[in-house]
C-alpha cells in the first residue's frame, strides 16, 4: 500500500455547549486520507454526528482543531464558514431542495455558466440523467440518495461527508446504494467520511474504520485490523458480538472458563479484559466435557450456540459455527479457543 | 441563521421584532384590563349588569352556539366528503369553498334581510313561508353561511392527514362504516374541529354589523354602546373585559381539546385512506352538497347587493373610502407578514423570549376588535397625559392630540387584533425549511444571507403571502374597531355600508356592501388555492 496522505486533520476537538439531542465532543483526533473512505462508527450520543457538523463548519469549537492541511477551519478561536470550506455533505434525510427540480439541486453549489452542464453530467455519472427535471417528491428514496451525492460531489470538495446516508432506505436497497456510492466515491477520487451506527456498514464500505465512544475516537485503523485486535471491551463491542471475562495476569497469562490464554506484555497482576469473539470457540462433542449446549439457533448465515458450565446454567456463552453442525441442545461439549479471535485489553 | 453560532445573551432580530409583535398584540389588552381595574366607578355598569347585561350575555351564547353549531355541521360535512369521497368538481371545490370567507357576515346579512323581509322576494315566491333572518337565530345563520371555512379547512386537513388503519381495526372490530366514522374518524378529528369552532365563535362575539343589523344585542354592541353613546372609557373597557373572559373561556376548552389531541395522534405509519369514489345521484349529492353552502354565502348575497346596485347610484365619498379602505387592509397586511415572518425566525432559533413573545401575540386571537381598539384609546390617551405636561413645560404649546394620528391608531388596532393570525402560516411555511437545508446549501457554498433568498424565501414566500393576504381580507371586512378609532369624517367601505344600512338605505348600502367581497375575493382565490395545493413535501421523501 502506498504511503497516505492526510488531507485533513482533527486535533482534540471539543465540543462542550450543545443544544439538546446533540453529542458533545470530549476531545476527539482524526485524520481523513486522500481518496480513502474513513467510516465513523460509534452508538448513538457518541459524538459522531457532532464531528461530522464540525468538520462541515455547521457546528464551531470550543478547543481543538480541525486543519485542511495548513489551513485551519476550526479552532477555538477560528471558525470558517461552512461555505468556504470546500466540503460536500450528504445529509441524512438527504435534504434536497424541496423547491428545485433534481438538476438544479446539483447545480446549487455550482457558479458560472457551464454549471447546468457540470450538473447534468454529474446527473448522467449516478444515471439519473432522465430525472433533471423531476422534483425531489417524485423520486425514490433511493433516486434522493443518488440526487443528493451528484449535488455534494458536483462542486467537487476536498472532503465529503455522508451522515447515515443509507438508514432511510430498505434493506435490499441499502446494500445496493451502498456498493453504488462506494463505487462513485472511488470513481471520483474523493476524499470521504462515512457516519454511520450499523457496524456491519461500516466494516463494508471502509477503506479505514474510526471507531467513536462518548466524545472521543477509541481507535483507528484498517477494518480487520480493528475487528481482530480492539483496544478496549468498548471497542470489541461496537464491532459485534463478543464475550468478555475479566481476569488478573498471572505468569504472563489471564485465566478464563475455557484456560488461561497468552497475555504478554502485561505485567502480573495487571487486570485485564479478555475478549472473545463467537467465531474463536470450536464445540466438539465431548461426553466428559465441562460445558452443554443450553439453545441453538440459525442466524441466517451461521448457528448461534448458546453454551454454559455442565453444572448450573449461568452464564450463557455464544459460539458462532458454520452448517452444519452436528451438536444439539442437551448436548455435552468441550471448548477450544482459537487464539487469532482472542484479545487481552487493559481493564 | 443560527447554525453552528453560539446563542447570545441578546436577541436576535427576528426575537425583537416578535417582542414588537407581542407588544403589539397584548398591550391593548392590558389597558383595557388597567383601565377596567384601576378605573373609577360610576353609576352606568351597575346599572346595566341590573337592565341590559343579561340580554346581552344571553345573546352572545345564543349567537354563538349557533354559529359554531351551524358552521361545524357545513364545515366537518364538507370537509369530510372533500378529503375521503371522490365526484366530479373535488379538487375545485376543495378551494371554492373556502371563498365565503371573503363576505363579511353583516353583507351576508343586508341581502338575506333584504330578500327574505315581509314583502321581500322570497316571501312573495313562497307565499309568506319563508322565515325573515333576524334576531339570534339569523346572525348565527349568517356566521355559520360565512365562517364555515374555518372549520372546513381544519376537517379537511385532518381527515386527509387521518391514517386508515384506525378506521380499518374499527371494521375488523365489528362496527359498520358509520359507527366506525363516528367511533373513530371523527374523534380522531375532533381537536381540529375544536379549534375552527373556537375561531367561529370568537369571529362571532367580535362581529357588530351583523348583530346590530339583524336585532341580537350581543356584548359587542353593549360595547360599542357603552363607548359612543355614555362615553365612557372605564364603562367600555369593563364591558371590554367580560368580552374578553368569554373568548379565553372558549380558547382554553379548545386548548384542553388540543392537549387530548396528543393521546388521539395516530402511531406507526401514515397510510392514507383510498377515497370513496362517488357516482350516479351519490356524486350529484355530493355536489349538490357543495353548491349549496356556496350558493347561500356567496353566490346569492353577492347577487342581490349587485341588483340593488344597480338600481341605485353611487354614494358619494365611496372612492374615497375605497381607497381608505385600501390603503389600510395593504398597510396592516404587510406589517402583520413581516411580524408573523420575524415571529416565526424568532420561533424557529428557539430559546424562552421567541415563545414567550408568540404566546402574547396569540393573545391578539381572543381580542374582538371592539376591545382592541378599547385598548389603544387606553394606550393613547395614557401617553397623552404622559406627555402633554412635560411637552407644555418644554415648549409652551399644546401637544398635538394623539387620537387624531387616526389611521396609526387604526393599523395599531387591527394588527394587535390579526397579526397573530400571520405567525401560525409563516410558521408552518417555515417548518418545511429543516435545519439540514440550512446545512446543505451552506456547505454547498451558499453564504448565510444567500441561503435566505435561495433556499427559505421560494420555499416560504407562498405561506408568508398568504398570510399577509388574510389580513389584508380580515382589515378589509373589519367594522367595530374601525367604528371606534377612525378619524372624523375618515369612511371606510365598512363603515358607509354600515352606515347606510343602519339608515335602512339599504340601496345605496348595496355598492360599498359589494365592493368588499368583490376586492377580497381576489386575495381569497390566493390564499385558498395556496391552502388547498397538495403539500410539496421536503427532501425527506
Known sequence: MSQTQTVLSVRGAQRRYVKKGQAALASADLDLHAGRITALLGPSGSGKSTLLRAIAGLERLDGGEIALGDTVWSNAGTHIPPETRRVGMVFQDYALFPHLDALSNVAFGLKGKDAKAIAQAQL???????????????????????????RALAPSP???????????????????????????????????????????????????????????VIQTGAPEDVWMRPVSATAARLLGDVEIFEADVTNGRADTPFGAVDAAGFEDGRPVHVLIRPQAFTLSLDEAGGFAIKRRRSAGTHLVLEFAPAEGDTPHWHAHTAFPSPLHEGDRVSVELDPAYVTVVKR | MTAGTHKGFWPDRATLLAILAALVCAAPVFAVAWIALTGQSDDYLLHLARTRLPVYLAYSVYVGLVAAGGAALIGTGLGWLIARADFPGRKLFSWVLILPLAVPAYVAAYAWLDLSQAGGPLQAWTGGLFPTVRGGWGAGLMFALVLYPYIFLLARDAFTGQSADAYNAARTLGAGPVTAFWRTSLPMARPALAAGVALVMMESLADYG?????????????????????????????????????????????????????TTAASGKHKPAPRLVLTGWQSGLAVLACLTPLMLGLVIPLARLAWLALNELAAPGLIAAAFHSLTLASISALCAALLGMATAYALRGGGFMATASARAAGLGYAVPGAVAAVGVIAILSGTQGLIDPAWEALTGSVFPILLTGGAAALIFAYLSRFAAAAIGPSEAALGRVTPALDGAARTLGASARETLWRVHWPLIAAGVCSAGLLVFVEVLKELPATMILRPFNYDTLAIIAHNYAADERLGEAALPSLLIPMVALIPMIFVARYLSRTRTPSGTG
Open chain 2, 210 to 262: 351583523t348583530v346590530s343589523y339583524l336585532g341580537a344585542p350581543t356584548l359587542s354592541i353593549g360595547l360599542i354602546r357603552a363607548w359612543s353613546g355614555a362615553g365612557s372609557l372605564v364603562d367600555a373597557a369593563r364591558l371590554s373585559l367580560i368580552l374578553v373572559a368569554i373568548a379565553l373561556v372558549v380558547f382554553s376548552l379548545e386548548r384542553m381539546q388540543r392537549r387530548r389531541a396528543r
Open chain 1, 158 to 216: 476536498a472532503v465529503i461527508l455522508l451522515d447515515e446516508p443509507f438508514s432511510g432506505l430498505d434493506r435490499r436497497l441499502r446494500h445496493e446504494l451502498r456498493d453504488r456510492t462506494v463505487q462513485t466515491l472511488k470513481a471520483a477520487g474523493a476524499t470521504a467520511m462515512i457516519v454511520t451506527h450499523d457496524a456491519e456498514e461500516a466494516m463494508a464500505v471502509a477503506d479505514e474504520l474510526a471507531l467513536m465512544d462518548a466524545g472521543r
Open chain 1, 124 to 150: 448522467e455519472a449516478a444515471e439519473l440523467g432522465h430525472k433533471a427535471k423531476a422534483y425531489p417528491h417524485e423520486l425514490s428514496g433511493g433516486e434522493q440518495q443518488r440526487v443528493a451525492l451528484a
